[in-house]
């Protein structure tokens, strides 16, 4: 019989039970526990640009993870733009969602949190597994516009060849 190794968790699993999910070219094989976890990435949007502190942003290159809690009415897209919020605020950076795992509790989040905005008691989080953190060609300035502050969606291609935040 064919055995899978769980995404998550690396288990090795049966056929019996197992959960496959198709994005892209990807299958996704589960073990039932992790299936709890599992969150498809939403291709609906292809950049998702989020606010992050110098802090954060440092810890996001390190571990190449991102998180925010479960109540954040936020979807999250097929990358991420980092809108970092050090002076006053630019978008150097972007990167590709690997993986999304769900219901992360807050001790096992890959780092800690700082200055977390619509803090809740006993949040659960959303933790993002990025591709390569890549850089822009040219970062994206804030110039007269105001700052983000929660989110903006956009395409690559404007992420690519914007100087300033107004045009995305
Ligand atoms: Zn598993």
Do not use: W
């Given at each position: 019989m064919t055995k899978y190794r769980c995404n998550i968790c690396k288990e090795v699993i049966d056929s019996v039970g197992v959960i496959k999910h198709t994005d892209e070219?990807?299958?996704?094989?589960?073990?039932?526990?992790?299936?709890?976890?599992?969150?498809?990435?939403?291709?609906?949007?292809?950049?998702?640009?989020?606010?992050?502190?110098?802090?954060?942003?440092?810890?996001?290159?390190k571990t190449k993870k991102y998180f925010f809690p479960m109540h954040y009415r936020?979807?999250?897209?097929?990358?991420?733009?980092?809108?970092?919020?050090?002076?006053?605020?630019?978008i150097e950076y972007f990167a590709k969602v690997k993986q999304i795992l769900k219901n992360v509790e807050e001790k096992d989040l890959p780092y800690k949190i700082d200055n977390l905005r619509n803090p809740k008691e006993n949040s659960l989080f959303k933790v993002y597994?990025?591709?390569?953190?890549k850089k822009l060609d040219k970062p994206i300035l804030k110039g007269k516009s105001g700052a983000i502050q929660n989110i903006r969606n956009t395409t690559i291609d404007k992420l690519k060849n914007s100087t300033f935040l107004k045009e995305l």
């Amino acid at each position: 019989m064919t055995k899978y190794r769980c995404n998550i968790c690396k288990e090795v699993i049966d056929s019996v039970g197992v959960i496959k999910h198709t994005d892209e070219k990807k299958i996704f094989v589960l073990c039932k526990s992790c299936s709890k976890m599992y969150e498809p990435i939403n291709y609906s949007i292809e950049v998702q640009v989020v606010p992050v502190s110098n802090e954060t942003f440092s810890n996001i290159l390190k571990t190449k993870k991102y998180f925010f809690p479960m109540h954040y009415r936020r979807t999250g897209g097929k990358f991420f733009a980092f809108y970092n919020t050090r002076d006053s605020g630019k978008i150097e950076y972007f990167a590709k969602v690997k993986q999304i795992l769900k219901n992360v509790e807050e001790k096992d989040l890959p780092y800690k949190i700082d200055n977390l905005r619509n803090p809740k008691e006993n949040s659960l989080f959303k933790v993002y597994l990025l591709e390569e953190v890549k850089k822009l060609d040219k970062p994206i300035l804030k110039g007269k516009s105001g700052a983000i502050q929660n989110i903006r969606n956009t395409t690559i291609d404007k992420l690519k060849n914007s100087t300033f935040l107004k045009e995305l």
